[in-house]
């Protein structure tokens, strides 16, 4: 497991706000949590993987930070909505959603892709999605707006040899994301999303087959020549949820080395 260190805090940009992040047990999901608690902010720490999950509240709990872990399936929509009720209880708002949590496709040609495991992929990395927006946005309702970032990819640009499903399950995170900000935009509340190229994260470890030739093959995806880092992810992330973007809603912030370009 991965550690990720706390530096003191650096800014009080998101002080008194709460932040909800899904898939934040590791990889984009903890260092963005990191990031949010680093500069002020409240969060509820929300992953599939209990264990993972307290541990990077853990993190942020001993650097002086403010977190909770709550276990969260994002395929069940009664675990989301008890996650969500749960953070209120704790903090008494909700102000950001992060809906970050997704796995990988193994790759398959299209023919080849198991109808269960298409499933699974939809129902995570895009059902999950809808379901994070459609119990966070009455919550964002009530306490004034707020953001929400969705995490789609650079799959969800273009198309990728042997992945299909993940790229019609991230296509579909900017459509829904998309729409749903100009359902809200009166409202205070913005959607936008971030699509991370390849990141080194457990995920991608498991993607590249874990080898030294795995790892080099998805660098050389890279025109920047390296994976990028889950903390240049967090960056954008909060970018996006900050008042620095207050004018920024229905849009896809790409930062991915400038594979997709």
């Known amino acids: 497991m991965r550690r990720t260190m706390m530096p003191t805090k650096i800014s009080g940009r998101f002080d008194g706000k709460v932040a909800f992040i899904t898939g934040a047990g590791n990889g984009i ?5 990191v990031a949010f608690a680093r500069e002020g902010a409240s969060v509820a ?61 193994p790759f398959a040609a299209l023919a080849d892709i198991g109808e269960e495991e298409w499933t699974r992929l939809i129902d995570i990395d895009l059902r999950g999605v809808f379901l994070g927006m459609k119990y966070q946005i009455p919550l964002l309702q009530q306490y004034d707006g707020g953001a929400i970032v969705n995490t789609s990819s650079g799959a969800g640009l273009k198309g990728f040899k042997g992945q299909a499903a993940y790229a019609a399950a991230k296509f579909g995170v900017i459509g829904l994301s998309k729409s749903a900000a100009l359902d809200y935009a009166a409202e205070n509340i913005r959607v936008n999303v971030v699509a991370p190229g390849i990141v080194h994260t457990a995920m991608m470890d498991r993607f590249s087959g874990g080898t030294e030739e795995g790892r080099q093959s998805v660098i050389s995806q890279e025109p920047v020549g390296r994976m990028g880092r889950p903390d240049e992810i967090a960056a954008a992330v909060l970018y996006l949820c900050s008042d620095d973007a207050a004018f920024t809603t229905g849009a896809v912030l790409v930062v991915d080395g400038g594979q997709t370009t």
């Open 29 to 33: 999901g903890r260092a963005t949590a």
């Open 45 to 105: 720490v929300a992953d599939i993987a209990e264990q993972d999950g307290q541990e990077t509240a853990r993190q942020i709990e001993t650097a002086g930070g403010t977190a909770f872990a709550v276990p969260c399936n994002v395929r069940r929509s009664e675990e989301i909505q008890r996650a969500l009720q749960m953070t209120i209880e704790r903090f008494g708002r909700l102000d950001i959603a992060f809906n970050n949590a997704g796995i990988e496709q």
